[in-house]
Nanobody, 116 residues
Framework: QGQLVESGGGLVQAGGSLRLSCATS????????MGWYRQAPGKHRELVAT???????TYTDSVKGRFTISRDNGKSTLYLQMNSLKPEDTAIYYC??????????WGEGTQVTVSS
């Protein structure tokens, strides 16, 4: 229940792009909202982007205009398209799903490394 599996991380040069995927077991509609978080070495985990079941999106200021969160309901998959990547985007990226009863589920993370 609520299993989330991320993929798509890797090493990319500054200015490049990556697309992260988060596959869910069952339907994405079991979650009232889903999102991407990231944690850089020595830093707290921070929210990157969210999308509600109604499709409303939010982004942290540092990624606005560069990252796009989306959801494929048919494939039960959450995505994060990351363009114009910067070295400061380097982090482990985690997929999150918040169930309707407010229980949070997390994936194990995928590493994104941006070289300068």
């Amino acid at each position: 229940q609520g299993q989330l599996v991320e993929s798509g991380g890797g090493l990319v040069q500054a200015g490049g792009s990556l697309r992260l995927s988060c596959a869910t077991s069952g339907s994405v509609f079991k979650f009232s909202a889903m999102g991407w978080y990231r944690q850089a070495p020595g830093k707290h985990r921070e929210l990157v982007a969210t999308i509600t079941s109604a499709g409303l999106t939010t982004y942290t200021d540092s990624v606005k205009g560069r990252f796009t969160i989306s959801r494929d309901n048919g494939k039960s998959t959450l995505y994060l398209q990351m363009n114009s990547l910067k070295p400061e985007d380097t982090a482990i990226y985690y997929c999150n799903g918040r169930a309707w009863d407010a229980v949070n589920f997390w994936g194990e993370g995928t590493q994104v490394t941006v070289s300068s």
